[in-house]
């Protein structure tokens, strides 16, 4: 059983940035795609960002050029490095891992950013 705990979140002003990580235990990151999802009061959760186990990157367009997802092996940890932060960027933020072959998901239990204006 995989379990992923999220860290890194709080309160920012607008412009600031924060670094989520995703710390796994379990199973071996590089078996995964891991990916960052944020819901925010009132919305249906979003994808943001995924990482494949080759190193391939997508983005929400809304975070493109601001937001780099990673993830360390060697740590099993998965971040999400958030610049240029914007109100609208509030939510609860979700780490999840997808296995490549079997497809199980696993979720984290989130973690609350909030950018004040």
């Known amino acids: 059983q995989v379990q992923l705990v999220e860290s890194g979140g709080g309160l920012v002003q607008t412009g600031g940035s924060l670094r989520l990580s995703c710390a796994a235990s379990g199973s071996n990151l590089s078996l995964y795609v891991m990916c960052w999802y944020r819901q925010a009061p009132g919305s249906q959760r979003e994808l943001v960002a995924l990482i494949t186990p080759g190193g391939g990157t997508n983005y929400a367009s809304l975070v493109k050029g601001r937001f780099t997802i990673s993830q360390d092996n060697a740590k099993n940890t998965a971040y999400l490095q958030m610049n240029s932060l914007k109100p609208e960027d509030t939510a609860v933020y979700y780490c999840?891992?997808?296995?490549?072959?079997?497809?199980?998901?696993?979720w984290g239990q989130g973690t609350q950013v909030t950018v004040s204006s």
């Open positions: 999840c891992g997808r296995h490549r072959i079997s497809g199980a998901e696993f």
